[in-house]
C-alpha cells in the first residue's frame, strides 16, 4: 500500500507537468506540508506551508506568487514560531487529489484540498495573519 509521499510523488509529476504558469505546485506543496506536519516538522516548514496557503486562499495568490513570497520570507533568517498542530488536519488527503481525472477536475480538488488543511488550522490564523503582515505588508484579504 503506498504511503501518502509515494502518493504525493506521484501527484508532484503532475503538478510540475502542468503547462498553467500559476504553478498550481506551489498549492499541493503548502497542503502537503501543513497536512502532514508533526511533532519534529521545522517550524519554518509550518509556517511557510500556512502562509502559503493563506496567501492562496484570501488573496487569490497564483503559486508562483506564493513562492515569490516564500523567497522573500526566506531571505530573513530568523527562528519561526512553533504552532500548534491540530488533531484533524483536513477532510481531503492526497488519494483524494489523485482519484480526481487530471486536468480541470484535478486542479479544483488541489484546491479543494489545500481549503481543506486551511480550515483546520483555524486556530492558527491569527499568527499566520500576523506574521504575513510583518514579513510580507499583507494588511487585509481581498473580498
Do not use: C
Not at 2 to 26: M, S
Not at 53 to 72: F, I
Not at 114 to 126: C, E, G, H, L, N
Amino acid at each position: 500500500m503506498p504511503t501518502e509521499q509515494d502518493l504525493f510523488n506521484e501527484l508532484t509529476f503532475y503538478t510540475l507537468a502542468h503547462p498553467d504558469p500559476a504553478f498550481l505546485h506551489q498549492h499541493a506543496v503548502d497542503a502537503f506540508a501543513a497536512q502532514l506536519a508533526g511533532e519534529h516538522t521545522k517550524p519554518i516548514t509550518l509556517v511557510f506551508g500556512l502562509i502559503g496557503l493563506y496567501l492562496h486562499l484570501e488573496w487569490n495568490y497564483t503559486g508562483r506568487q506564493v513562492q515569490l513570497a516564500h523567497m522573500r520570507m526566506a531571505r530573513q533568517r530568523k527562528p519561526w514560531p512553533r504552532l500548534p498542530l491540530p488533531a484533524q488536519r483536513g477532510a481531503i488527503r492526497v488519494a483524494d487529489v489523485l482519484h480526481a481525472a487530471p486536468g480541470l477536475d484535478r486542479d479544483a480538488m488541489i484546491h479543494h484540498w489545500a481549503a481543506s488543511v486551511w480550515a483546520s488550522y483555524a486556530d492558527a490564523r491569527p499568527q499566520i495573519v500576523e506574521l504575513a503582515k510583518s514579513e510580507l505588508g499583507v494588511k487585509q484579504p481581498h473580498p
